[in-house]
């Protein structure tokens, strides 16, 4: 086991190798103006727990902790990771773990021993795992032995032969050899005095936790989420939603991504709430959490899990009257799911738009349904910043008019980790971020809100013409017979690439042809080069991780099947 040297930190700002950090007048100003206040994530946290002791924090499928308990735990962890392995303060420690109460104990004592959560998946392989491990230089990893169907024992063993990692902590299942047990690690942890935990003297200006970013093509792309910015982030979240003692979060999706610590986890503990967190995203799981916990809020619900319980019976059965914050997000949501929320299970939609880079922007609650359903509001913070700019220039578009969504702000990062070749593209010579989504500004009821209107990496080149997938996605849900779409490339000899809808009928419902769409679809005003030219019926979309349409997937499919029908043509 490497036993490292404790770095030492420069305090005010990021002063990290790797990490672009914001200039100093900046920092100085967010400080001034109230939205940094110079205390490291763990800081905050133990703070809201000392003073929400007796509340509930946490609720699981198996336990029900106090803030009290929780942290109890969290402290032996953090006391337990320097006492069985060689993680240090400054460490990073990759995660592969579940909606269990082990993965916000670990995270939570990870943050409070200095080291930081890299925010992988239980569903990454190990080329992912290394690949990211090597990048951010992580020398441990957390894993749930029972997690899936048991495969992730065997790849934490091939992490450690291989390497990649030094320490290697099993939650949930039997240890091996050079591996710790998460139950042994908290017995020892728990048995130690935790006044002098590391967290206490970290540096506000360093690096809390790594998440991914969401895109999904070269090298991987890390953000360097900051002590200040990140907790600012999740009790700007929480002051917006108007969270505090007695308000209960109910979270579907997984936990360990940007959106579960920024949206549920982290604003519920800052705040004195109590977050349930969902085993998984399935329909019976939420309706049964939905009718014994009653929240306040379901801080993000991806719009094809929306579907899903428009198209489950029992929803109708189950009393929703708890839920105040009903917030769609992570896609764009089509406007036929937001009536239908409306008209069938009484559900005002509020909209919200978010990234692992940082900005939020979230629908006002009692905003007029124009606000709510054709945009995403308006950003968190006073202090956001928004640009709409012509792709790759500095060029800003005219209101009203589509053009690139780019943002800076107390909570975005100004670049992505060890990425100095990519940043110089992907954030504008100011630090606005290039989020490669394509938007629009408008002004309603005189609030300055957004709209999503297609991304640029979402775009089919027909040829030279851009087919907007979202455009046409959103046409197709106004056909009575269409449940769900999902409209991908697919690989094309002459054109490069055609339009391939993937449509999810309504029971009992004829089969829609290319022809009988092509038809509808003329009639709702598209413009004929934008009309799919294949359809593929499907019992449902699959859906990625994190609960978004897997258009991956379906891309390889159609391309499979073309290259398919062309041997046999031949
Ligand atoms: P991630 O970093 O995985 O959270 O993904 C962020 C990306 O998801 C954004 O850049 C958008 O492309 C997309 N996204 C998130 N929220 C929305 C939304 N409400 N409408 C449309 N796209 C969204």
Redesign the pocket.
Known sequence: MLHREVPSFPSGGAREAGVVPYPEDVVANYRAAGYWNGRTLPAELKAAALKHADRTALVTAEVTLSYRDLYASAEGFAAGLAETTGLRPGDAVMFQMGNVVETVVSYLGSLMAGIRPVCTLPQHGVREISVLARHVGARGLIFQADFGRGRLPVHARELLAEGVVDDVIVARGSVFDSAVAYTDLLRIGMSVDPADLPYRTLDPGQVAVFQL??GTTGLPKVAPRLHEEYAYNASAWAGKLGWGPGTVALYPLPIM???GISVALQPALLSGATLVLAPSASIDTLLDLIKATRPDVIPLVPPALAVRLLEEPRSRGTDMSSIKDFIV?????AMEITERLRDVLGIQVR???????GMFLVTPRDASEQLRHHT?GAPLSPADEIRILQPDTDIEVADGEIGELCVRGPYTIRGYFRAEQHNAEAFTAEGFYR???LARRHVIDGVTCYS?DG?I?DVINRGVEKIHADEVEELIMRHPDVANVALVAMPDKVLGERGCAYLVLEPGTQPLTVESLSTFLLAQGLAKYKLPERVEPVASLPLSN?GKVAKKELRDDIARKLAEELTSDA
């Open positions: 970013s969401g991504h940007n959106a997000g992570g896609q764009k949501l909209q919200k738009f978010g990234m692992a880079e995403v989020t490669g989504d999503i991304r990496k994190v």
